[in-house]
């Protein structure tokens, strides 16, 4: 009976520390505006393509929490890509939109992205801003131009993420709206050309706007 009495006391001084640390935890979801582009290094050619939507889904966690200042994490699930419109030359394109055909390619991520978060709060409503390092683990992904490269992707994409959010807090649960920036600084893909005179490099880049669920510890 001693054994289990010290053994629940232990297991509650846990959670009340991990509670000091732990300011909250939540949810969030919401769209992704995403787009890549082709840049040509030798030749000089840079082309972006349209954006595409897709879903963006995350656990997050405030840690540290000061006066004005804490540490947050999300992990969390997005679809990135691209939209492009290509001339239609043929009308035997089933999807077809008018003069041009929609071509659009996904590719899947696991986003880390731990940030540092400044805020300031007026009663319930607290304003924050974002900004951190990131890491994409590319899940699944649609094929990308040049398929004779298609095997030269990168598994993992650093980038970096910054936004900007809005809390109000209701008892112990905050709801939130933030949005986001997505930028890669490694490429999705980086090929010497066949023509041995050029090299393309592929980046990303993404605008995510979510709503989420936060509950506080303490």
């Known amino acids: 009976m001693k054994t289990k009495v010290l053994t629940f006391l232990f297991l509650l001084n846990i959670l009340y520390s991990s509670g000091q640390v732990v300011a909250n935890i939540g949810i969030k979801g919401g769209i992704s505006l995403a787009t890549m582009t082709y840049n040509y290094e030798t030749v000089g050619i840079v082309g972006t393509y349209d954006y595409k939507t897709g879903v963006y889904t995350a656990l997050t966690a405030e840690l540290f929490?000061?006066?004005?200042?804490?540490?947050t994490t999300d992990l969390g699930f997005v679809q990135k890509g691209m939209k492009q419109k290509i001339p239609v030359t043929s009308p035997e394109f089933p999807d077809g939109?008018?003069?041009y055909r929609i071509w659009k390619i996904t590719r899947n991520?696991?986003?880390f992205s731990p940030m540092l978060k400044g805020f300031y709060s007026f009663n319930k409503l607290t304003t924050y801003a974002l900004v951190g390092p990131r890491l994409d683990l590319t899940v699944t992904d649609s094929q990308l131009p040049y398929s004779t490269i298609q095997s030269k992707t990168h598994k993992f994409i650093l980038g970096f993420t910054y936004g900007a959010g809005a809390e109000y807090k209701i008892e112990k649960f905050g709801i939130l709206l933030e949005c986001m920036g997505h930028p890669n600084l490694t490429p999705i893909m980086a090929q010497q050309l066949s023509d041995g005179n050029s090299s393309l490099?592929?980046?990303g880049n993404a605008y995510i706007v979510t709503v989420g669920l936060k509950y506080y510890l303490n």
């Open 65 to 71: 929490k000061g006066k004005f200042l804490s540490f």
């Open 97 to 99: 939109n008018g003069d």
């Open 201 to 203: 490099k592929v980046t």
């Open 109 to 111: 991520y696991v986003s």
